[in-house]
């Protein structure tokens, strides 16, 4: 298991991420993915902590905060030391029927932020991250409420999840302004198949030193290897119920094409496969996995070990490249002498 720092901070995160939307149940939005009971939560995290696993996600939202509090039971049942994993949360979805129980103001923050750490059964969380963008709370209201807590030391590293680069940098300029505790991560939505943040988010996140935490690295169960052209929606798959994130299919399928005599060659699966493709990226701080098996769990883990040649990565690549889209096709044009001759050092 490798080890990054989290964005610009000195805080070390293994590559691998365990995420727990699956732990807890509920007849909501999360029926469909959620249904691990605590004695499979206990084995997910133990097996994850063994492997090297020291880097937890959550969210309040979660099984209506019944992740959270599986996630708390379970660090206590294995006997992990607090300071020894970083636990990751978030904040914005809704929480209750009142008005003001949702977004990223000041006062849902401050109320979700207690209910959490009660959740969770700490003094503290690693990294709160936004859970999306907020169309009507100010950027610098969302911001100075985070550094609150972060005096207060309720939160060590803030993050956000879901937001167009233009945020992200409007974000980190007001930061930098007023002198306020910085964005150290963003969560997105990333994988083979779907690889839009390289236009402008991967660019920003590097130039800016901001770690990026990738969520449904196997485009929601499309790269698990049970999908095909021929079996698009196989028994007991979430797709069926729950057709989420967006995926160019034919697309995908092409992909799979190209992945699965690559994964048969390792010995592998092509879910494998496709996290390891991921964790080739520079850009990538680390990979949220889940799983409703301890066995899918164990193959998720396994990609930390699988090493591509840069042919495999090539194919990879160029199979899933995105379709050039302006200014990406002007830019390279324009600049294509500018550096010819302008020595590097």
Request: one cysteine or more; a negative charge; aromatic letters at 8%.
């Amino acid at each position: 298991m490798k080890y990054h720092t989290l964005g610009q901070t000195g805080l070390l995160v293994s590559e691998l991420c365990l995420g727990t939307m699956t732990f807890g149940s509920n007849e909501g939005i999360y029926k469909s993915i959620a249904g691990v009971e605590q004695s499979t939560a206990d084995q997910f995290l133990k097996v994850s902590f063994d492997a090297g696993v020291n880097f937890v996600d959550t969210a309040d939202v979660y099984t209506d905060g019944e992740s959270e509090k599986t996630l708390a039971r379970a660090i206590k049942n294995i006997g992990i030391a607090r300071k020894d994993i970083v636990v990751a949360t978030k904040v914005y979805g809704r929480t209750g029927p009142g008005r003001n129980d949702v977004g990223a103001s000041r006062g849902h923050i401050m109320d979700a932020i207690e209910d959490s750490l009660e959740r969770l059964q700490t003094d503290y969380i690693d990294l709160y991250q936004i859970h999306a963008s907020d169309s009507i709370t100010p950027i610098e209201e969302t911001l100075r409420a985070l550094d609150t807590l972060v005096s207060q030391g309720k939160v060590r590293y803030i993050g956000c999840s879901n937001w167009y680069a233009w945020q992200i940098m409007k974000a980190l300029g007001i930061s930098e302004s007023k002198n306020l505790a910085r964005f150290d991560t963003l969560q997105a939505y990333y994988s083979i198949a779907g690889r839009d943040l390289e236009r402008e988010i991967a660019p920003l996140l590097r130039d800016q030193g901001t770690g990026l935490l990738v969520w449904s690295p196997l485009g929601g169960g499309l790269l698990s290897g049970k999908y095909s052209r021929e079996n698009q929606k196989p028994e007991d798959s979430r797709r069926s119920s729950f057709d989420f994130p967006i995926v160019d299919k034919e697309r995908t399928w092409r992909i799979l094409d190209v992945l699965r005599p690559i994964a048969q060659a390792h010995n592998t699966g092509v879910a494998t496969l496709a996290l390891a493709w991921i964790l080739e990226k520079p850009f990538v701080t680390s990979v949220i996995i889940g799983a409703k098996r301890i066995d899918q769990l164990r193959q998720n883990l396994s990609a930390a070990d699988l090493q591509l040649t840069e042919d495999e990565v090539k194919k990879l690549d160029e199979v899933s490249a995105l379709p050039p889209e302006y200014p990406g096709w002007m830019v390279p044009f324009q600049n294509v002498n500018r550096l010819a001759n302008v020595p590097r050092f």
